[in-house]
Each structure stands twice: as structure tokens, then as C-alpha cells.
């Protein structure tokens, strides 16, 4: 799977300008000077063919240094990491362990966030680990969709949480993300997770509120689950994922997941730019900082792989241009009576009482002259963007009126009555519906050390998803958050039982 162009145009854009502002070397190649300088000092000696022969000896000798270099030193010295995995034991002085990955969702973390001076320590993790400038969510960009995808590596059609609210056809059963009693129904979630992959690789796994089921619809559970929790302490987390991490042996999970939702509540209450968004940000940015250091404490940062990620960015709507959708230029009022099921939000996935009433309805929308026609598209599963992956599943609704940024869909009735001071759920092209990843841990010490080595020079994709800054951090292109499936089952070395998914096969070969 490869990012469609549209978001190849918001990374390289987002690239430059984080150029700009990281990279602090103004060294650069210049063809021009290098070629003035030769011709200048050596033309009356050197003859065309002098220079061509010496030149061309030149780069195969260094060409040939450097692979030789490269393939002498690779089976001398291993990077010790590359083989930790499966079976392989590691000690940290007192205690066996085999390869662990801590997984922490932090809720609405927008990419961008990290860039506010709050986050000292997440960045401090960065900078011997690695970020990316973001990852990209799948559309829409909610948390249900979003953290069954980063759990699967699957698109919302393929892994059927279409919104935080649908109706299903096939079961004729509404899925609620806020009620265990329809929430918990393993037959809403398909796709295998990467718990249940672990699982089959014979991997102790568990979950502390990740959004999902407790029971996939094949039966497999997490080893440890614990329920989701409104307004648990994150100190109270803490303790929990070090219960864990300090059981003996035989018992000590090798894959856990952990989920926090504060910041995402108050980028809704308050707005993105708010206040209470920096201090629940500085808050979380401690968390880390503990988590991190609880690790190094036991001497575990060659054996425990911290992947910091959040589900989806937030937007301001403090104050949105409404569009009531039950306005004459819109459905009106019995286009709205004829709606049987809405799904979605902010986005609004609509199901008509019959076909009729969907074509006359849809035609009705898409040729609609209200004033801010440009402020929402209307697609039918058959005109739904490509890159969103929205089509092919019946619980996508055959209609979808999606609401651009700045502006809501709501009707006169409800106005703007508990409409949120931000939201996200938009087009996931927007950079501010982006979300982070942070990781550090023997995978990212692998990662540099490829990227220190002679070898790098010549990978063909170099300076393509990397760069490194002046502190040092690495810092990778924006990338799919599909990926993530694959990365941990790349970590915990069980990719040979992982499940088809939409990651890029091979995606993260090159960074071990
Ligand atoms: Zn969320």
C-alpha cells in the first residue's frame, strides 16, 4: 500500500518546512562549485580522458571500499538487537527476559502537539529513540476505527468499526463505542489483533483499556485485560503496566497495550489551543517521562520497546460554520424524516427509508445551492475517495455527507447544543487530524545504528524517509498508522503467524 499523491504533497510540504526548522547543517552538495573547481586548477595538465579515467576509478574504488566495508563488518560485528527476538533471553543483571513491547495510545494527541515545548521528556525519548513528524490516521479519523487499525493493520472497510456509531445490516444491531452491552460484541470487530497474533506465537499479551473488544470473534482474549475506566490516574497506570512488566518468568506479558484518554477529552472541552490541553499535555509528558524512567530503572531499555502513538489529531470548532442539514437547500425537514439510520459524526453516513428516497435525496445534496456548498462533499460509496479505503464493506451507509475543517453538520433542532470545542473525525489528510509516534528501545537502536554505518550512504531510499537533526533524534517521514501491525509483529518476531493487513509488506525491513 502506498500513500496516495494527495498526502505525498502534505508530507513533502510539512518535510520542507521541518528542514527549515530541524536541520541545522548548511552543508550541501553543490555540482556547480565541484565541477569549476577541477576544470579551473587542471586544465592545461589534464586531458578529457585523463579526468573521465581517474574520476571513474575513483568512485568504483570507493564504491567497492564501502560494500566491502559494509559486508566485512556485518557478520563480524551483528547488531545484537537484530536477533533479540522469539525465543532469544536477554538478562538486565538480575532477571531473564525475552523481547517486550509496551504499546501507550495517548487519545488525540495531534503530531503537532510535540512541537509546543511542553513534552521535554517525550522528546528526550525521541532523541535516543525516534519519531516520526507524524502518522498519518486512517479515514475517519475517530478513536474506534482508529485503534482497531492500529491494532490490526487494517482500513475501516476492512476491519468494519466504521464510525464510533453505526448500524450494521447484516446483524441489524447498532454498535455503540460507549456501551459494553453492544461495544463488546466480537462479531463488530474483524481483523485479527495483534494480541491475538502474538497469542498464536505462543506470547503472553495484555491489554489496559485499549478501545476494543476483551474477545475477538475467533474467541482469543488478551492473557491480562483490564476494562476501560473513565478518569483513572495515570500514576495508578503506571503501577499497573510495572505490576506486569515484575512478574516472574512465566507469567510477565512480552506484548502490552495501554490506553489514556485525557488528553483527547480536553481537546474536545476546551479546544486544541487551550490551556487545558498544554497542562494535560505536560501531564502526559510526565507520564512518559516516568514510564521511561521506571524502565531504565530496571535496566530494561535493551529488552523493553516503548512505541508512544495516538489515534488522531484535533481540530478547533470553537466556532464552526453550522449547516443544518435539515434546511430546504440541504434535505429538509422530510428528507431528514425519511433517514432511517445516521452514522458517524462529525461526518454523516445516511441509510433512506427506500431507494427511491436515496436517489432523489443524494441528487438533492450533490446539486444543493447552499451558501456553503463548500464547506462539505457528499459521497455515495462509489465516489468515496480512494485513499480513505471507505467503500467496500455493507456497513458503510450508501450515502456520507462529510463536513470540511471549520465547519459542522447539525440540524435546527440540536444547533450547536453539545458541540464540542474541538473535534476530529475529519479528512486525514489534515495535517491537524495527524497523530504521533514515538518509539525507543532496542528497535531504535538498531534503526541508528544503520544509519551510522557506511552502508546507509548507499541505500537507494536514503534522506528519502529519514533525516537525522542536530540533536540527534531521527526523525521519519509521515507514514500510515496500518504499519504499526507490522512493526510490533516485527519486534516480537511473529510475523510468520501475522494476519493479512493493509501495512506495506516489507515497510519496515529497512530500518533493521
Ligand atoms: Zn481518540
Do not use: C
Amino acid at each position: 500500500m502506498s500513500l496516495p499523491s494527495k498526502s505525498r504533497k502534505v508530507s513533502s510540504r510539512t518535510s520542507h518546512e521541518e528542514r527549515e526548522g530541524l536541520l541545522h547543517s548548511s552543508d550541501r552538495y553543490d555540482p556547480f562549485e565541484k565541477e569549476t573547481t577541477i576544470e579551473s586548477d587542471d586544465e592545461e595538465s589534464w586531458s578529457r580522458s585523463k579526468i573521465v579515467k581517474t574520476a571513474t576509478s575513483l568512485i568504483l574504488l570507493l564504491i567497492f571500499g564501502t560494500f566491502a566495508r559494509a559486508l566485512l563488518r556485518s557478520p563480524r560485528r551483528p547488531h545484537p538487537d537484530l536477533s533479540f527476538n522469539g525465543d532469544y533471553i536477554r538478562s538486565n543483571g538480575t532477571h531473564e527476559f525475552k523481547r517486550t513491547v509496551l504499546i501507550v495510545s495517548i487519545d488525540g494527541l495531534r503530531a503537532d502537539y510535540l512541537d509546543r515545548g511542553l513534552t521535554p521528556h517525550l522528546l528526550e525519548i525521541s532523541k535516543r529513540g525516534l519519531r516520526a513528524k507524524s502518522m498519518v490516521p486512517i479515514f475517519p479519523t475517530l478513536t474506534f476505527p482508529n485503534h482497531w487499525a492500529l491494532m490490526t493493520g487494517l482500513h475501516a472497510e476492512s476491519h468494519g468499526i466504521i464510525a464510533n456509531n453505526f448500524w450494521d445490516p447484516q446483524s441489524e444491531l447498532e454498535f455503540h463505542y460507549n456501551q459494553i452491552s453492544s461495544a463488546w460484541i466480537p462479531d463488530f470487530w474483524l481483523g485479527e489483533p495483534m494480541w491475538e497474533t502474538a497469542s498464536k506465537a505462543g506470547i503472553i499479551t495484555a491489554n489496559l483499556m485499549w478501545p476494543g473488544p476483551p474477545k475477538t470473534k475467533s474467541g482469543s482474549s488478551p492473557t491480562y485485560f483490564i476494562p476501560w475506566k473513565d478518569k483513572v490516574p495515570l500514576s495508578v497506570k503506571l503501577d499497573q503496566i510495572l505490576a506486569w512488566i515484575d512478574l516472574p518468568f512465566d507469567e510477565r506479558p512480552q506484548l502490552l497495550m495501554a490506553y489514556e484518554p485525557s488528553l483527547d477529552q480536553a481537546g474536545h472541552l476546551t479546544g486544541p489551543m487551550s490551556a487545558l490541553v498544554n497542562q494535560t499535555l505536560a501531564q502526559v509528558d510526565l507520564f512518559a517521562a516516568a514510564l521511561h524512567d521506571s524502565l531504565a530503572d530496571r535496566n530494561l531499555t535493551d529488552i523493553v520497546d516503548i512505541v508512544f502513538v495516538s489515534d488522531h489529531g484535533m481540530t478547533d470548532t470553537s466556532h464552526p460554520t453550522l449547516i443544518y442539514v435539515d434546511d430546504d437547500d440541504m434535505l429538509g425537514t422530510r428528507g431528514l424524516e425519511t433517514v432511517v439510520h445516521e452514522d458517524g459524526w462529525p461526518a454523516m453516513g445516511l441509510r433512506f427509508n427506500s431507494k427511491q428516497n436515496e436517489t432523489y435525496y443524494l441528487e438533492k445534496l450533490l446539486t444543493s445551492k447552499h451558501p456553503h456548498a463548500d464547506g462539505f462533499d457528499v459521497y455515495t460509496k462509489e465516489t468515496m475517495p480512494d485513499r480513505w479505503h471507505f467503500s467496500h464493506h455493507d456497513r458503510i451507509a450508501p450515502v456520507w455527507i462529510v463536513p470540511k475543517i471549520g465547519y459542522a453538520l447539525t440540524t435546527r433542532k440540536e444547533g450547536d447544543v453539545g458541540m464540542s470545542k474541538g473535534n476530529h473525525g475529519y479528512d486525514n489528510h489534515e495535517p491537524s487530524m495527524h497523530a504521533m509516534f514515538v518509539a525507543h528501545g532496542p528497535f531504535s537502536a538498531v534503526v541508528k545504528d544503520l544509519h551510522r554505518s557506511s552502508f546507509a550512504a548507499w541505500l537507494p531510499w536514503k534522506n528519502r524517509g529519514w533525516h537525522s537533526t542536530s540533536d540527534d533524534t531521527y526523525v521519519m517521514d509521515s507514514f500510515p498508522n496500518v504499519e504499526i501491525y507490522g512493526l510490533v509483529a516485527k519486534l516480537l518476531g511473529t510475523e510468520e503467524h501475522a494476519s493479512a493487513n493493509n501495512g506495506t509488506k516489507g515497510f519496515w525491513d529497512k530500518y533493521f
